[in-house]
């Protein structure tokens, strides 16, 4: 298991952390034991560590130095995806057996024991690393953002940041499959990525050129959607360039997830001369929504009408640098953590 | 007519503007002369005054020193009401003849020619000065505000600025009838006004308290509605204290029309991590819904559900001094100007 040693300071430097093992716990009554075999590596997960000079946490985080790293909220939590997929090894609750694929789990460990409600079954069939990427969590906050907060319509210009990201890759390129004008922003590869892969019709790479006079290039009249992912700078721009009606998705704001809680946000005139609407959104208010975005978006994957790809980090020690290069924008898709298989 | 003698910096005084008397022009083909009898007088005309320095005004306004200040949106601007009320005096136009009530005009005149499309007819038995406050603009405006963007839902608690204006008297009430405990923002006497007359569960007086602390004091476990008209200070004290789930409805911000554009506003975190909604709207988007809102806001008025009041000044040259007292919040409900009649 991977522990707090301190509390970062700015972005989370390996120092921060500490590979630890203990002995597996039994599970008790109601609870399952299962091996990890993938970790999801998501931005939000900056957000539970520690603030440095102690107090309370800018960014709502809970942990505490010496506590194992948070990857979600805490089970029971009903309904979340996301964390870790594996294999049941042990189970006292009636649901689950040894053998069983399942998703869950809430701390950087490869063992975990937790409610056996908590759990989430992988469908049958279902391939692991989707469970934690296109077909989990990001894809399905991406799906509610582009479906029920964007509500896109045909012709309109959308932009998303991050976009070769966990997220911006399905909010891309659902939003295309909606009729969109879809640009990306991006860095580096990512942003060729995006457009020569995904078909994105165009993306910013923020390493050639500033985003702003990019969009006034690439978005001379302006965007009718902004799906942020990353906050700071980068939303500003699109912010400013929203048209009247505008919708501003605020689905992520990795880019912000380092630093201190601002102080201030764009401008609210323009909200009013541009009738815009800002909008947040948690997936975890909406899980009841989860089979309807696993079959729309299944089908899609199935049919070769969507694609999607995943860096893979090699162990459970690479998970801190993982998160670094994540919150750098220095992944090359959804991240995760190859947790092994026991020997 | 009232002409711009000079460009105002920050509030309007009466020493920019000149009151000066010239021929009434005849209407021309599909034109129609009207004498008004009274002037609305909204925050909203002091963004179509000049910029001191010359240049881009920075609140988007368009007229010069020398042009007879603007009331509205020029003719024609399909179904535009507010403005003025008044008797059609010659008219060109076949659908309207001498002796008809209609409301229109987009400039501070006594005497009117419009093209006969801008006018409005006012209903028969119209009392003329509703058809410019609660049966009006305003009142459409507050009502849509209340019914299309809050989504007010029994229980929760509704906070609105300028509650004893023009608009804010209609939203608290019709809030309230929507089940919200309703909380204004006034000033003085217009504090004591919303709660004793008009029924609002609680109202903070800023001459007494900031509105920081009263929010405190009065919405302890915090706010689900913000209904603004002000912006600025006040606004950022309601928005820091929105609940989960929170709707900041941004219908005005009288409060920020004398000043320039800001560069920046409440913070975008919060939005994210508290699920919150930032919309704004213009009511000219909107006019298709204005029946249904003449026959809903009308019968709640017939039953006596509703309750209004006016403040009327007494001659078109008490009009800038009337919009001055209306943007530092010295009004004492929706200002009209009685231009009297022709002797």
């Not at 809680?261 to 815009?276: C, D, N, W, Y």
Request: proline share 8%.
């Amino acid at each position: 298991m991977v522990r707090i040693r301190r509390a970062p300071d700015g972005l989370p430097a390996p120092d921060d952390f500490e590979l630890v093992t203990e002995p597996i716990p039994e599970p008790g009554d109601g609870e399952v034991l299962f091996r990890a075999r993938y970790m999801s590596v998501d931005p939000a997960m900056r957000r539970y560590l520690p603030a440095p000079a102690g107090g309370p946490h800018p960014l709502g985080g809970t942990a505490a130095v010496g506590d194992v790293v948070i990857a979600g909220p805490p089970p029971p939590t009903s309904g979340y995806t996301g964390g870790f997929v594996g294999e049941v090894l042990a189970s006292r609750h009636p649901a689950w057996r040894a053998g069983d694929l399942v998703q869950g789990g809430s701390r950087w460990q490869t063992h975990h024991v937790v409610p056996g409600d908590s759990l989430v079954a992988v469908p049958e069939g279902g391939e692991l690393l989707h469970e934690l990427g296109v077909l989990g969590q990001p894809g399905f906050v991406a799906w509610w953002g582009v479906r029920h907060v964007a509500a896109v319509k045909s012709g309109e210009t959308f932009v998303v940041s991050a976009a070769g990201g966990a997220i911006g890759m399905v909010a891309g390129q659902l939003a295309r499959a909606a009729g969109a004008r879809v640009v990306g922003i991006a860095s580096g590869e990512k942003a060729r990525y995006v457009t020569e892969v995904l078909g994105f019709d165009a993306c910013v790479d923020r390493h050639v050129e500033p985003v702003a006079d990019a969009l006034d290039r690439l978005c001379p009249d302006g965007i009718d959607i902004y799906f942020d992912n990353v906050g700071a700078d980068t939303a500003r721009a699109c912010f400013d360039r929203l048209r009247d009606f505008g919708r501003y998705v605020v689905c992520g704001m990795a880019g912000e997830y380092n630093a201190r809680e601002a102080e201030t946000g764009p401008p609210l005139r323009p909200v009013l001369r541009k009738r815009l609407r800002v909008e947040g959104y948690v997936i975890y208010d909406h899980y009841d929504e989860f089979p309807a975005f696993r079959s729309e978006v299944g089908a899609l994957l199935a049919a070769g009408d969507l694609r999607y790809r995943y860096d893979v980090r090699p162990d459970l020690a690479s998970a801190p640098d993982a998160l670094a290069r994540l919150l750098q924008g220095r992944n090359e898709g959804k991240v995760v953590v190859d947790l092994g298989a026991d020997a």
